[in-house]
């Protein structure tokens, strides 16, 4: 049987160590003005850290299955066999590349990370599916990678403008296109690497089970203070897509989230403190009568 135990603030997953789409980029986040020199898997383990320093209990190298939502709070079932309850629960699972019905596999990419970082790019035909930053991103790395030809095929530019306007206008295919995976090829064109780049949705394993309410883009709703359709619940991150999707906004959710789950903790000291007070008023005026 399954162990229960109720949980001071904890976190878990499946790592060794907390990290997620961060960690998974090796560029710097030069726009971060704390630490414009470190990349995400800096800015990731510098928050593992400071979890340990503030003696949050971790759960790391287990998955959480699901969880269950009752009248006394949440209920969440690891994969050790552990059952976690508290009064709240915060989910921050993240987001995975949106694939498109591709999957990586020799000559194709999904999604960006390490399996492109090392990529070997030198020499190769590139072509690169979608018009996002990590796109452009991805562009760029390839070129500075020897490359011979690298393009982007995309339905609509949406990366910044002034990232699309550092690449070719001839390097870039815009509209509709066919891939066929078994050649390899897009429209027609044969390249050694294919990287599916279409962005991110909210990740499936990231919910639990539960049947929260969801925006049309895939992701999260959430209300001003991260809280989600299920009550106790929240998400914060890249998993409700509030704002720009980054490092420096989850950890602003993170902010959000705490303060909402204090006043809720303290309203309800607050009313048993107002609720003594009128009491001793009224036990006073009844000795005074």
């Known amino acids: ?33 704390t630490s414009p020199n470190s990349t995400g898997a800096d800015v990731a383990l510098a928050i593992h850290q400071s979890v340990l320093n503030h003696n949050i209990k971790l759960h790391l190298g287990v998955t959480a299955l699901n969880a269950d939502v009752g009248a006394s709070g ?6 050790d ?3 976690l309850r508290a009064r709240f629960l915060v989910l921050a699972g993240g987001v995975t590349p949106k ?25 190769k035909k590139v072509a690169i599916l979608g018009g996002g930053d990590s796109a452009v991103e ?11 030809d690298v393009r982007i095929f995309a339905r609509s530019i949406k990366a910044r403008a002034d990232m699309i306007s550092t690449v070719a206008p001839e390097k870039v295919v815009l509209g509709s296109y066919t891939v066929d995976e078994k050649s390899n090829s897009v429209n027609g064109e044969v390249f050694d690497q294919i990287l599916v780049l279409y962005g991110y949705e909210a990740s499936s394993e990231s919910l639990l089970g539960l049947d929260l309410a969801m925006r049309p883009d895939g992701f999260v709703m959430t209300d001003t203070d991260c809280l989600t359709s299920k009550n ?27 303060k909402a ?3 809720r903790i303290e309203s309800t000291a607050i009313s048993r403190f107002a609720g003594l007070t009128k009491r001793a008023i009224g036990l006073g005026l009844a000795v005074l009568k």
């Open 1 to 33: 049987m399954a162990q229960a135990t109720w949980v001071q603030p904890c976190a878990g997953g499946k790592a060794s160590q907390l990290r997620r789409v961060a960690a998974l980029k090796p560029n710097t986040n030069t726009w971060v003005v």
């Open 99 to 123: 694939s498109g019905g591709f999957a990586t596999r020799l000559g194709m990419i999904v999604g960006p990370g390490p399996s492109v970082a090392r990529s070997d790019f030198a020499g």
């Open 74 to 79: 949440v209920t969440v079932h690891l994969s």
């Open 81 to 83: 066999g552990l059952v």
């Open 261 to 263: 789950i204090q006043r």
């Open 232 to 258: 106790n619940v929240y998400a914060i991150g890249e998993l409700a897509r509030r704002g720009h999707p980054c490092c420096v906004t989850s950890m602003a959710d993170g902010v959000a989230v705490a």
């Open 138 to 148: 991805n562009f760029t790395m390839a070129c500075d990678r020897g490359a011979a």
